[in-house]
């Protein structure tokens, strides 16, 4: 058990570090390409300014993310061998997928973005970075389509003690991949949306480039509200589907130990998983049979009903997750996409009225809010994955069936120390080039060669 607890915590702790950086990697890409092409279409250089400026963080971002994400693959068969033998036939095709039609067209079009400037026309420089946006965002439906064969099997067929794939048609159709993507790809555009409007308040608080970073702040703003809008719609869909296709992760959302009809909402209450209970519990009668049922009446089964089913249909065991961690992770998520859309509205509003600059308090909250998507990003992942828990492969496979039998404890904490002391070298680094060049602005406010003293510029020949 401690082996496998270890091998947990440090699945948890680099999945969510790289996970900081997809979504603004999925929504940046699209942003800076819709940047460009608004270049290419008037001419106005402020446009080529700012898909250069824009970009460049992009690929400070998008660097970060690639080699944090490096890490995740060696740990199925390191940490998770038991799973790579069970799973080995469906989750590898998706990943292969990933690299050959996703990850090899970025990285060839990301070259040719990066150092094509001068040497393409504008439109074929225009068209690489599309090329990147839509590889991208490629690269994440590959990986959410083995993600949602673990949260809900389709397309198999056990044999010899593994799953193998008999239809990929139906593993590429699943329905809880086609409502978890567009709610990741949405965050995503929320994420580079708020991003852009933070960089953009802080330069506009100083009186920084004010032409280019009130034009930035709108088409940041703009993403930010329609999506964090949009985002909220699609979240409601998710969790329809995962009512039907995971109950016991529904319930453990609300802390719902008993079957209810109608079921209400929870808002807030102290959860007590020891003796299946809670206490000041604040609800919205019916709310949650409402949030599932497009209806106020209809039974929504509760935890120790689950329980039981779950251990007449899979055998002894405990069938449920952390209930305390996966409710408040779901409130997290909740609460911080609430502000993003309260903040974007509030800057749209006194945008249209022209009075945003005058009111300096709010940029500060648009700059502020700057860690709000971050946040609620890796509480809904955190939802994700915690709701599911016993299972690994939901219904096929458990968490303490799947790691590797012959890896010690000693070995795991090794190496657990030794991805946490590079990722904290990692955010160093980040976070200083990101805010480096982020205080620094576009182009023409860097210092040129110039200005540097005779002596200095020797070592730039």
Known sequence: MEALLLARWQFGVTTTY??????????????????????????????KKMAQFWGKLFLINFALGVATGL???????????????????????????????AFYLESVFIGLWIFGWNRLS???????????AFATNLSALWILVANSFMQSPVGFVL???????????????????????????????TTAGVFVMAISAYHLLRKNQLDFFRLSFKIGLT?????????????????????????????????????????????MAAVDQEKETNSADIEVPGGLSFLINNSFT???????????????????????????????SFRIM????SWLVFITFLCAYLLRKNRLENNPWVLRAALYSLPIPYIANSAGWAVTELGRQPWIVFGLQRVNQAVSPMVSAGAIWTSLLGFALLYCALAVVGIYLLAKYARLGPVDSQPKLAAIPAKEATLWN
Do not use: C
């Open 71 to 101: 890490v995740q693959e060696f740990q199925f068969g390191m940490n998770w061998s038991g799973y790579s033998r069970f799973m080995g036939d469906i989750f590898g095709a998706p990943l292969a997928l990933e690299a050959l039609t």
């Open 18 to 47: 790289h996970f900081l950086f997809v979504p603004l990697t999925l929504g940046l890409s699209i942003l800076v390409a819709v940047i460009e092409t608004m270049y290419v279409r008037t001419g106005n250089e402020m446009y």
């Open 223 to 267: 993403f930010a509200l329609v999506a964090s809008l949009l985002v909220a719609g699609a979240g409601h869909r998710q969790a329809q589907f995962v009512a039907h296709a995971q109950p016991m992760k529904m319930a453990a959302m609300e802390a719902l130990w008993e079957s209810a009809n109608p079921a209400p909402f929870s808002l």
């Open 122 to 132: 504008k439109r074929m420089h225009a068209t690489t970075i599309w090329l990147v």
């Open 298 to 328: 209809g039974e929504v089964k509760g935890i120790k009903d689950l329980q039981t089913e779950y251990s007449a249909k899979y055998g002894p065991g405990n069938y449920v997750p952390d209930v305390p961690m996966v409710y408040w």
């Open 334 to 337: 909740v609460i911080t996409g």
């Open 159 to 189: 044999r010899h003690g593994r799953a193998e794939m008999n239809d990929f048609g139906a593993v590429l159709t699943n329905g809880y991949v086609w409502n978890q993507y567009p709610h990741t790809l949405l965050a995503g555009l």
